[in-house]
């Protein structure tokens, strides 16, 4: 216990002569803090006592005195040992000094750096590796992540580090970060870094939700690193998950003659022989470079399964191979062989063969690449390109013409080779054959074309088709090598000229290849962004939605059976149905013409709903067999309107009813005669709960002259100041004279006033009484016709 003791005393002693602070106290937090609260301290303190914000001449000593006591209270056995025994723990010292020695500008001895002596040194601050730094010199901005980054990756991946300056954890990785540029960047994989504070849109937009985070960028999407551990293995197996599906196809001796055979899809064929079942990265970024003009196959050495293609190309089992093809896959027209194959030679090799002897012009990116535009005469670059169709049957011709490219002398920098699909590029063969001397019939002609800009095309065509026979075939070569020949001088000129338009991708994927593509693309983004912690509220949400889907289309399912149980009920309760119903019976929305009744009279005028309406047919027992017929025909399209009731008044029951509304609706109460048969053919739309009414009469001024209101102040003065015309109230059945009772006219009928169908009289026949009630009607849900307000309903007697 002695001796423990005096251990204890001893370390507690040089620890006072070193003058280390408790770190508790320089950072300001009691013992009990934890540790998101101690990193949120540090990180406070650290932007105070920064050195190169702060300008303080203590403030490099008091900047390293923190993040001592960071680290410190940040390594949970370190803590322990420091609040049990108040001491840094075993070798402590020794750590301090490996980790902060490059933080000085000079090195100092054990003493020195022990006890802190004036005269031993100072400590002046420098900053120490990792340095942020490093991070700085390869930052994007956003701009030039759409206008650079974006763009390049379709042809090379990118791996991007979003990092902060106050980020202790992107110190902590820089190391790493240099190690995995080390390693990636001379293989082909883009390295860029962005600064979420200065552009935290880009963060935002890529998903970036803590820092250090890293994301690929492929094919213009990014995809975050979300694994908990870094390293470059981790780095490298997450750029392979993300390659393009079947990049590299495994070619074996079973497959080797259907791979080489394909590149009828107008791509070179390139062989990777390598001692490995999966190849190597650097393969994999050649293979997606060139993806759109080689297709890649790994072949594994070690397999038994590929013993013959060995044997047949002769590779050796201790390096690494690559072999090109083109049509003749019989035989490589290039052979590398080196233990490790440099990116670079590699890339050389394959852009100096990308392109097969005979390539068809199946895009305008290909048009571009093999026949550029050249203004310039000297520098003509010709293409010499066949019609034909995606058939057999031409095959020989594109033979012939392959046959002829292999053995001619021209330098591909001024004579290419190529065929075109006339049914594919029909717009484009269309322009070259609109001028003269093109040939009727395009097919399997040749013409010679010179691009003097994107949009504008010289070009000639030979006389005569391409004949496969001897004969024929030596003439053909014959002319063709002397047009070639004189066409490549500068000052011949080819004899035609046509705007074109761009050539059509036949690349370009489908409709629903595109459809999944995108679908598959989401299922990706969804695996990736959705954690642990949020799989469980996703799967709610998702059940959710399914259920309300589920639910939706139940009720759905069970008001439809509804509805087809009802309209069979209907169906088979109507023994006869109306010619309404259509062809088939089917049901119809029932029209019901209600008797206005004592009974039923609170229903259709006094309790009637706020909105709703109900309209009444006057009639006397001559009338109704005429008029309720041409009513319901009329009010027939309104049936589905429920804020409506239609009824029909007969006369002899409601005359007083109707004599009492009149009264109420004048100004000054007075004694009304009123004519029965006068009053036949009236329409009222009673509004119960507002109370007033609208009419309608063939001889109405409203109705008849289409005046409106200013005719309705006229009539109405003329109704409160008495005397009045004897014939001015005639139109509601208003009775002057004995002599407008005689009913003789009315038997006999009169004429219509308006439309043609008037005479002098003024008479009007019953049967067109209602003639004008269509228009009424939708002046009157216009609101437009003339209101007739009463104090209160009168009442119905019915007698």
């Not at 052979?335 to 097969?356: E, F, G, H, W």
């Not at 895009?363 to 169709?389: F, G, H, I, M």
């Not at 036949?506 to 995108?518: D, I, L, P, S």
């Not at 002599?739 to 019953?766: A, H, P, Y």
Request: with cysteine; aromatic share 10%.
């Amino acid at each position: 216990m002695k001796w423990k003791a005096l251990c204890i005393f001893v370390c507690l002693l040089v620890c006072g002569i070193n003058g280390f602070s408790d770190p508790y106290r320089v950072l300001g937090i009691p013992k009990s803090s934890t540790v998101p609260e101690i990193r949120k301290a540090y990180k406070n303190l650290a932007k105070e006592w920064h050195p190169d914000k702060n300008h303080d001449p203590a403030a490099e000593e008091k900047f390293v005195e923190i993040t001592q006591a960071y680290e410190l209270l940040s390594d949970p056995e370190r803590r322990k040992q420091y609040d049990l025994y108040g001491v840094l723990g075993d070798s402590a010292i020794a750590r301090e000094k490996r980790e902060y020695s490059q933080q000085y500008q000079k090195k100092f001895d054990f003493m020195d750096e022990l006890f802190g002596f004036p005269g031993y040194g100072s400590f002046r601050f420098r900053r120490s590796e990792p340095d942020i730094t490093s991070f700085h010199k390869l930052s994007v901005t956003t701009k030039a992540y759409e206008n650079n980054l974006v763009p390049k990756s379709f042809r090379t991946p990118y791996l991007i580090l979003f990092y902060t300056d106050w980020c202790f954890p992107c110190l902590q990785i820089e190391p790493l970060w240099r190690k995995i540029i080390e390693e990636l960047e001379p293989i082909g994989v883009g390295v860029a870094t962005v600064h979420s504070d200065n552009d935290g849109l880009l963060a935002k937009k890529v998903g970036i939700r803590s820092l250090p985070t890293m994301a690929l960028l492929m094919e213009g999407k990014s995809t975050i690193y979300r694994e908990p551990m870094i390293s470059a293995h981790k780095i490298v197996e997450f750029i392979r998950g993300k390659f393009p599906y079947n990049l590299m196809q495994s070619v074996t001796d079973d497959n080797a003659h259907e791979f080489l055979g394909g590149w009828v899809d107008n791509r070179v064929r390139a062989l990777i022989f390598e001692n490995k079942e999966q190849p190597r990265l650097r393969y994999l970024l050649a293979a997606y470079h060139f993806r759109d003009r080689v297709a890649f196959g790994s072949v594994n050495i070690g397999s038994m399964d590929t013993i013959e293609l060995q044997k047949q190309f002769k590779v050796a089992h201790d390096a690494d191979t690559l072999l090109l093809f083109n049509e003749n896959h019989s035989r490589p027209i290039v052979s590398l062989s080196m233990a490790d194959i440099p990116v670079n030679t590699m890339q050389d090799v394959i852009s100096r063969n990308k392109y097969l002897v005979l390539p068809r012009l199946s895009s305008q990116t290909l048009l571009d690449a093999l026949c550029p535009p050249e203004w310039a005469k000297p520098r003509k670059r010709l293409c010499v390109v066949l019609v034909s169709e995606n058939t057999p049957y031409h095959d020989t011709p594109r033979q012939a013409l392959r046959q002829f490219a292999q053995e001619s002398t021209y330098s591909s920098d001024r004579v290419r080779f190529t065929y075109i699909f006339r049914e594919r590029q029909s717009e484009f063969i269309n322009a070259l054959t609109s001028g003269e001397g093109s040939p009727i019939e395009s097919t399997l002609h040749i013409v010679i074309l010179w691009r003097r800009d994107a949009s504008h095309i010289k070009y000639e065509w030979l006389p005569s088709g391409l004949d496969t026979s001897v004969d024929q075939w030596n003439d053909t070569k014959s002319h063709l090598e002397s047009t070639i020949q004189r066409l490549l001088q500068s000052n011949a000129a080819l004899s035609g000229e046509a705007v074109v338009k761009e050539l059509i991708d036949e690349h370009a994927q489908g409709m629903v290849t595109r459809m999944v593509n995108k679908l598959l693309l989401t299922a990706d983004f969804l695996k990736e962004s959705i954690g642990k912690d949020q799989i469980l509220p996703a799967i709610s949400v998702l059940g959710t939605i399914l259920f309300i889907i589920g639910g939706g289309y139940l009720m759905a399912y069970l008001v439809r059976l509804e509805e087809e149980s009802i309209n069979k009920n209907k169906n088979d309760d109507s023994s006869k149905p109306s010619s309404e119903n259509g062809k088939n019976g089917s049901y119809v929305p029932e029209l019901k013409l209600h008797e206005m009744r004592a009974e039923n009279y609170n229903g259709l005028v006094r309790l009637l709903k706020p909105g709703c309406r109900t309209i009444i047919l006057l009639v006397d027992m001559q009338s109704r067999t005429s008029l309720l017929p041409s009513f319901h025909k009329t009010v027939w399209p309104y049936r589905k309107n429920k804020t409506l009731m239609f009824a029909h008044l007969s006369l002899d029951r409601g005359l007083e009813w109707y004599k009492r509304l009149l009264q109420l609706s004048l100004p000054e109460p007075r004694e009304l005669n009123i004519n029965p048969r006068n009053c036949i053919g009236t329409v009222l739309s009673l509004n119960g709960h507002r109370k007033y009414f609208c009419m309608y009469h063939a001889k109405h001024p409203e109705c008849n002259r289409g005046q409106g209101s200013k005719r309705m102040v006229k009539m109405t003065k003329q109704f409160s100041n008495p005397p009045f015309n004897s014939g001015s109230g005639a139109f509601m059945g208003f009775e002057t004279s004995e002599s407008e009772s005689d009913t003789e006219d009315i038997e006999k009928g009169v004429r219509q006033l308006s439309q043609g169908s008037s005479d002098s009289s003024g008479i009007l026949f019953q049967g067109n009484l209602l003639d004008g009630l269509p228009n009424w009607l939708d002046r009157l849900f216009e609101g437009s016709t003339h209101r007739y307000y009463v104090n209160y309903w009168p009442d119905f007697t019915g007698k």
